[in-house]
């Protein structure tokens, strides 16, 4: 959920036919739908016939999937033309009868689009553009071969963009193990980077020229710019891809050509380490260099980092709950949720206090409102500093809402809340309170929150429940009363209430 919450926040983010209907189809296309509905009754049949198929997964609810709306079905329009037609599908992931579909296919938010190939046998993530052009362009390169050829310089020249991660495999020839190797990998890859393959080492614009191979070349718009492998064990070789497709620093900044790799970044299992200073700054280059320093020297000890321009990191510095009087700051989150916090750091400080994170010196940082010094509504405020006090040392039956300010779900649910706790207010055993989840860090590892509002319920005893059922304020009362722990004096009962 965190991986997904940071990107978001980084980058602000009739199945009546089967696809060889398409190419004969004489009806008048301007009523015609040409993106597929799918559910749990014809998903696995449909998708079965198919060598290739994109779903998108969606809600009707969704203000992107209503974005997404216009483009997928131009683009459905375009791709039914194709020779073979290319199919786009979608599913209405928010019914109860597809739920076990998304629950397959892991779906956590909305719109998802997946890659099925082969019957479904192969599932990929669709990594591509949300416009019709962008959708069509993509979709072909991923339904093609996944290694274009590269036959002359031109063909080099269009193919190997400057700002992206470009492989290559040289072979003499096109046969053998190796090269089928080498096209497993790109077929495995194929959603992430670009493959080609060429007898001609001389059409490539970096690297050795005189190599007749085989080897493969990946070109890449940072760091050492282009690197040979020759080892060519499928999952070996593949590893040795995605290791070097990680810069030693990601770039965080308004270029979007950047962005991939800061979904890369933070896709990583390593610790993230975040530096963020303003690219204007005077010591920016100082900054930059021994940030660099520092990274190289942790290479490979399972820690990446980012340097990223105070200008584009506002999602980040609402996410952390950081402030740019702060900066330049060092942040560093590991992978169970801990953060740890450096502020107005300066240039020669980075390397010892990395060190210092690294030896275990260095105290957790918790983003947290200020405690309210007055909380006496029925519903209570939950802050991170107040949150160990006021639900589990607290001896009672506490219902805790996690919400956000923006969410319309969570505003309709207020009211019903406030009835709730005031239906509670002379029952001292049991507290109903609510906290900006954020706004917070809330405990990693007990409560998983992937949506708002999200209810739990901590009995006095410790027991804690996830709520999942109704949610007017006769459901929520049911729920506590079920599963609270009892006082020596009985609450009072719904009847009473």
């Known amino acids: 959920m965190a991986i997904r919450v940071w990107i978001s926040l980084f980058l602000c983010v009739f199945a009546l036919l089967g696809s060889e209907s398409y ?135 269009d193919f190997i963009d400057v700002n992206k991660i470009i492989i290559v495999g040289v072979f003499p020839e096109f046969s053998g193990e190796k090269f089928e190797n080498f096209t497993a990998v790109a077929e495995r890859l194929r959603a992430d980077y670009d493959f080609g393959h060429t007898s001609d080492a001389k059409l490539l614009p970096r690297g050795d020229s005189s190599v007749s191979g085989p080897v493969v070349r990946l070109f890449k718009p940072f760091d050492e710019l282009f690197v040979d492998f020759q080892e060519f064990d499928v999952d070996a070789l593949a590893k040795l891809v995605e290791e070097a497709t990680i810069p030693t620093v990601t770039v965080y900044n308004k270029d979007p050509n950047n962005h991939p790799f800061v979904v890369k970044f933070f896709n990583s299992p390593n610790d993230k380490a975040m530096l963020f200073v303003n690219f204007n700054n005077d010591l920016f280059d100082s900054f930059k260099s021994k940030y660099h320093e520092v990274a190289e020297q942790y290479k490979g000890n399972d820690i990446s980092f980012l340097i990223g321009d105070v200008e584009a990191s506002q999602g980040a510095f609402q996410y952390f709950g950081l402030k740019e009087d702060q900066t330049p700051l060092i942040i560093i989150q590991t992978n169970n949720g801990e953060k740890y916090l450096k502020p107005n750091v300066e240039p020669d400080h980075i390397a010892s206090w990395v060190k210092d994170f690294k030896d275990g010196k260095v105290k957790p940082f918790k983003k947290s409102e200020p405690i309210p010094e007055v909380n006496s509504e029925p519903v209570k405020v939950l802050v991170a500093d107040n949150f160990q006090d006021m639900v589990f040392n607290s001896g009672k039956n506490v219902l805790i809402e996690f919400y956000a300010p923006w969410c319309g779900h969570c505003k ?29 860090d809330i405990p990693q590892g007990t409560f998983e929150v992937q949506g708002y509002p999200t209810l739990y319920f901590k009995s006095a005893s410790g027991k804690l429940l996830q709520h999942q059922g109704g949610r007017t304020k006769e459901d929520i009362i049911d729920f506590i009363q079920e599963n609270r722990d009892k006082a020596a004096e009985q609450a009072p009962g719904k009847d009473e209430l």
């Not at 559910?39 to 198919?50: I, Q, T, Y």
């Not at 706790?421 to 507290?431: G, K």
């Open 23 to 157: 190419a004969s189809e004489s009806e008048d296309t301007q009523s015609k739908e040409f993106v597929v509905t799918l559910d749990h009754s014809n998903f696995s049949d449909f998708v079965g016939r198919h060598k290739f198929i994109v779903v998108e997964f969606y809600a009707p609810w969704c203000g992107h999937c209503k974005k997404l709306v216009p483009e997928y079905e131009k683009a459905a329009q375009s791709l039914s033309q194709n020779d073979p037609p290319v199919v786009l599908a979608k599913v209405d992931a928010s019914e109860e009868q597809n739920k076990v579909l998304a629950s397959e296919f892991d779906i956590k938010g909305f719109p998802t689009l997946k890659i099925l190939r082969y019957g479904g046998s192969v599932v990929q993530d669709y990594k591509g553009p949300r416009e019709a052009d962008g959708i069509v362009s993509y979709v072909k390169k991923q339904s093609g071969p996944a290694s274009a050829e590269i036959k002359s310089s031109k063909d080099a020249e």
């Open 412 to 440: 309709q649910l207020a009211p019903i809340l406030d009835e709730v706790a005031v239906s509670f207010e002379s029952d001292a055993d049991v507290m109903i309170a609510k906290i900006d989840a954020t706004a917070n």
